[in-house]
């Protein structure tokens, strides 16, 4: 009988996967000899750590800029 594994749940999961998949994105930046798979890893790398840092914000609120349409009135 084949167990399944245990899956983190909910926000702590979220965050670990942000950060398993952050490090693996900065070591096949580090092992890389192509100059543009090194410049694709390092740019997803930053993408997953600006979702993690916005995945930390209290409350899950949004900045200004986020939220202002543009529009006055």
Sequence with gaps: MA???QQPK???GTLSSL???I???NLAK???SITPAKAVF???SILLTMIRVRFLLPGNE???ADTYSGLDG
Excluded: C, P
């Design 30 to 32: 580090e092992a890389s």
């Design 42 to 44: 390092g740019s997803v």
């Design 3 to 5: 167990t399944k594994s």
């Design 23 to 25: 490090e693996a994105l």
């Design 10 to 12: 909910g926000r702590n």
């Design 62 to 64: 949004m900045f200004q």
């Design 19 to 21: 950060n398993v998949a």
